[in-house]
DNA sequence: CATAAAAGAACGAATGTTCGCTCTTGTCAA
DNA sequence: TTGACAAGAGCGAACATTCGTTCTTTTATG
């Protein structure tokens, strides 16, 4: 039997996963030793390994939750119908995304993960596995709004779906490496959709 | 006075340089060892620290010449006047995408070297600069677009070429892990640009 | 022959991981 | 209520290995 409490032991464990997720974000997961995680976590290497039976089972559980934070915050905003519009989807998922890197590191970490699937089958399935929970929520989204009328409507919506998620992922890049915001992108995505005949929202500046 | 030609000592390099894209697009830059890019290359270590002074330099020397394929080849897209419109633009920027990585690898390379550019300064600024390049070339591209009508103009250009951008950075993506092709980009983002009203080119299937 | 390119054994440092030990904890008999 | 026992959580020194790099030697060339 245990000594401790399994609030303890899921306690300890959340533990090093924040550290080795602070750690990975600062420096990647290559360039992130194992005593980097452990002395972030305040633990020894006895003690972590506990709990993680190597360093890549630590990746592949980061990179888990990187993954499921971003879909699950989708399939949240897909469900509260709050996007009127393909380009207040966006925006909506640009300005989600603004937040969990801010909380978690969740976009650097993320862009981690492509470099590390091409290279990692567990990770590249990991990805796709995610990229198809997303696509299913964005998919029927934009058949929402074909059905609206908003959206042209002889293009499958699975692919006007993957363009729109390449939308967020190029964002997470311009937002790691140039500091880009939610707002540039709002109004450069509704001057596209916006076309020269209909009046976009006016642009924020 | 040397004992070989200036031509052999550039061919040397060259060589040196393909085995390293080789070795980082199929396993990344931190899990390839020198060992494996020297043997690659069929080199020894004494040969090779002779061209290049350390593995960073090496890493440094591809980041390069991957962005700079990709920045010189936008560039001669948006000399020739070829894409008369907006989602023109963007086909031609993913097929030369899917040329570029067919050849070199460049994709994929270009995925790392955002993963590494997040640590690396010297990376991040390596791709700042091709950045603001690309962003110059598509910048004028929409200004263009703009004067003819084709885009709506209370926009800043560069807030949509940075869009434009964002989403050639996502076709990277989902080429390099989900096999996408030009097509389904070109469809989604012709559906999206042309909206309900206006007929767009009919897709491919 | 002189020069330097190339080779390859060797090096110290750092890596991820293991293993034997100690200490803490929950349990249960008295 | 308390004390001792068993179990396992945690520790940290030590491990084998691999890393990037250097240095001496050999080879090939103008």
Redesign the interface.
């Given at each position: 039997m245990s000594p401790v409490s399994s609030a303890h032991l899921a306690a300890r464990r959340a533990q090093l996963l924040k550290a080795a997720r602070t750690c990975f974000a600062?420096?990647?997961?290559?360039?992130t030793s194992m005593q980097e995680v452990l002395s972030e976590a305040r633990m020894s290497p006895g003690g972590a390994y506990r709990y993680f039976p190597s360093k890549e089972a630590l990746v592949a559980a980061i990179a888990t939750e990187t993954l499921t934070e971003v879909s699950a915050a989708l399939k949240a905003l897909s469900e509260d119908g709050s996007t009127p519009g393909?380009d207040d989807m966006v925006t909506a998922v640009t300005s989600t995304v603004e937040r969990l890197d801010a909380l978690h590191d969740t976009a650097?970490l993320e862009?981690?993960v492509?470099?590390?699937?091409?290279?990692s089958p567990l990770l590249?399935e990991q990805?796709?596995r995610a990229?198809a929970d997303v696509e299913r929520f964005m998919t029927e989204q934009v058949e929402t709004y074909q059905g609206r009328?908003?959206?042209?409507?002889?293009?499958?919506a699975g692919?006007?779906?993957?363009?729109?998620?390449?939308?967020?992922?190029?964002?997470m890049?311009?937002r790691?490496?140039?500091q880009?915001d939610t707002a540039?992108?709002r109004?450069?995505?509704?001057?596209?959709?916006?076309?020269?005949?209909?009046a976009?929202a006016?642009?924020s500046?």
């Open positions: 600062r420096n990647g997961f290559h360039a393909p650097k862009i981690q492509w470099a590390e699937a091409q290279r590249a990805f796709a990229f009328g908003l959206i042209e409507r002889d293009v499958p692919h006007i779906a993957r363009v729109l998620i390449g939308l967020v992922h190029g964002f890049v311009q790691t490496l140039l880009a540039l992108f109004d450069g995505l509704r001057a596209l959709v916006a076309g020269p005949g209909r976009p006016p642009p500046e």
